[in-house]
């Protein structure tokens, strides 16, 4: 190799070029974000043992991609797939970096397979630092322009993102770091160019985001100089470019697939509105000498990747149901979220239904647990699932009470003609002594469905010791028809308390000479409750018709925007005292706090 450049590209549409004439205002800065680690509260670990059941092996692992890790075992033993067992259960947390297949998996499997007896591999806290992917890293430059009334015309810029030692899984975060730069605005034109660069640190990854955060970053940071360029307030500079609900679907410009990037739904401008009303009166100043500051930033996400989801259901004979589904996950609740959505759409008890994920032994291959996309992806499978067990149930009750299926209804674990309550077949009669079953998959044609949020913060900053402390956080965000609306709140609140780590604690550090600073919690800062007050929280849902069930993602809104929108605020206060201030790096530590104030 020449050089440590691993890869170029270029990202553009529209005219560059007359976009950034002289009539132009701009505005433009450099950001440079640190390493964030997954700091999952399970380290990694993996056992191995023989199975007689398949005379193959049966694997546990602390992964989000259970078809992945059973890829990647049998192509390395030279196993048919089907004689390796990988089973995910009750994982302590992911966020993103344990959704490849790490070596130790392979090296444990191994072992077992050649010994003929049960492996185990436990990582230490600082091996699981020191070696499970990390995030972030990069270093973005970036210029915006718009016309005299604040109407953008393009964004433009380069993005430097280290890969790591080797290309792993973060060599796909450039596509999602650019594409997420267009937030929820008009932009007629785009042109950044990105770099993949080798360094002598842990390969890259997907951490809670997967890059999302760093694109929503960079343009939320800058519209903010711009709108000081312009002389006007950072929230009628976004009011003035917003895409508006009249306008989707919207097609952005950006080149994505057949069609480009679409956005399939939202109203933008009602969730800036409603986190305003939300925030009511920002005060000016507070009587221990804090400096406060305002910041807002809004989002766009793309949510629910993939497709060919399976999800597999079984009726018994004594009325409880087992409902099989291929995500792997690490506390989201999607045993309860498919529990609710088979319930319903089955009309059976909620009680009664067992469901099993992270289990290659039930299901066909699925998708790893990532990027927003169980409640699309999973939910809209068993939707299929449960509907089409109904329908065969339907049809079996419609041949014993001579009436049409489409006549019938399930309630109380009967099975009645509507209208006609005394014409009725208990449920379970039209249940076969082997049970009835169905595999369905879920495959749409266009997968992605976009949820969106604004954020808006409000912070204390004290100019002796650089401390900050947030006083009010508003998340109004759309994600899409809840399937468990407590799900969804806490999705906000972990989402959040993700987002103040990657703005004011988290760094994975590394020396000059590549040895890593930061591979335990002494080292590593994440937040804790003393840092986390609850945000306040507006949910809207607007329609899309993305997926039939009219699902959108929610695990990383309640992330994306929140680096800007601290940054934001921060800056805002810290300009009162130093109006030159520029805050232009994550995270934003106390003694930078201090440093900004002092030059």
């Not at 697939?257 to 009602?270: E, I």
């Amino acid at each position: 190799m020449d050089d440590n450049i691993a890869r170029k590209k270029t990202r553009a549409y529209g005219d560059i070029k007359a976009a950034f004439g002289p009539d132009s205002v701009t505005a433009q800065i450099r950001l440079t974000t640190s390493r964030v680690a997954g700091a999952a509260m399970e380290p990694r670990a993996v056992t191995a043992a023989p199975d007689p059941e398949t005379d193959g092996l049966k694997v546990w692992t602390s992964t989000q991609n259970v078809f992945g890790v059973r890829e990647a075992i049998a192509g390395a033993l030279g196993l048919e797939e089907e004689s390796v067992r990988v089973v995910a259960e009750d994982v302590g947390g992911g966020f993103g970096a344990k959704g490849s297949a790490f070596p130790e998996e392979i090296l444990t499997a191994l072992a077992a397979w050649r010994l003929k007896r049960p492996a185990q591999w436990v990582a230490s806290r600082s091996e699981d630092g020191s070696t499970t992917a990390q995030g972030h890293g990069s270093v973005i430059e970036v210029e915006i322009a718009s016309d005299h009334d604040g109407k953008l015309r393009a964004i433009r810029g380069r993005l430097l993102h280290d890969l790591g030692a080797y290309s792993a899984s973060g060599a796909g975060q450039p596509d999602l770091i650019v594409s997420h730069m267009l937030s929820a605005y008009i932009v007629p034109a785009m042109s950044m160019d990105t770099q993949l660069i080798y360094t002598n640190t842990v390969p890259s990854g997907f951490i809670r985001g997967g890059g999302r955060p760093l694109g929503n970053y960079a343009t939320e940071r800058v519209m903010d100089r711009l709108a000081r360029a312009l002389n006007i307030s950072p929230v009628e500079l976004r009011r003035r470019n917003m895409v508006q609900p009249e306008q989707i679907p919207f097609t952005t410009g950006f080149p994505a697939g057949r069609a480009g990037l679409v956005y399939d739904s939202g109203n933008y401008p009602r969730l800036l509105d409603l986190a305003l009303q939300k925030l009511g009166d920002i005060p000016e100043h507070i009587d221990d000498g804090r400096l406060v500051g305002f910041g807002v930033a809004c989002c766009v996400e793309s949510t629910g990747f993939g497709g060919g989801e399976p999800a597999r259901l079984r009726v018994n004979k004594d009325g409880s149901a087992d409902l099989y589904i291929g995500s792997t996950p690490q506390g989201q609740g999607h045993q309860t979220m498919a529990a609710q959505v088979a319930a319903d759409r089955l009309g059976w008890p909620f009680e009664k239904i067992r469901v099993t994920a992270a289990d290659t032994k039930n299901t066909p291959p699925a998708e790893l647990t990532a990027g927003s996309r169980s409640a699309v992806q999973v939910g809209n499978a068993t939707s299929k699932a449960a509907t089409a067990v109904r329908k065969r149930l339907l049809e079996r009750a419609g041949d014993v009470l001579e009436a049409d299926a489409a006549d019938l209804i399930i309630e109380d674990g009967v099975i009645a003609v509507r209208g006609a309550p005394s014409k009725k077949v208990p449920i379970t009669e039209m249940i076969p002594s082997e049970g009835l079953e169905v595999l369905e998959t879920f495959d749409p044609k266009r997968p992605l469905a976009y949820s969106s949020s604004c954020h808006v913060a409000v912070v204390a900053v004290d100019p002796d010791t650089g401390q900050v402390e947030i006083l009010r956080y508003v998340i109004a965000h759309d994600t899409g028809q809840a399937i468990n609306e407590l799900i969804v709140e806490g999705q906000m609140h972990g989402g959040y308390a993700h987002g103040i780590g990657y703005a004011l604690y988290e760094a994975a550090t590394y020396d000059a000479d590549g040895g890593f600073r930061a591979a335990s919690f002494l080292d590593y800062t994440i937040v804790s409750t003393g840092e986390v007050d609850e945000p306040e929280l507006v949910h809207i849902v607007t329609p899309t018709d993305a997926n039939p069930e009219g699902f959108k993602g929610a695990g990383e809104s309640g992330t994306i925007p929140a680096p800007a929108a601290i940054s934001n605020a921060v800056e805002d206060a810290l300009r009162k005292r130093k109006p030159d201030a520029v805050v232009d790096r994550l995270p934003i530590t106390s003694d930078r706090i201090v440093e900004l104030l002092s030059q």
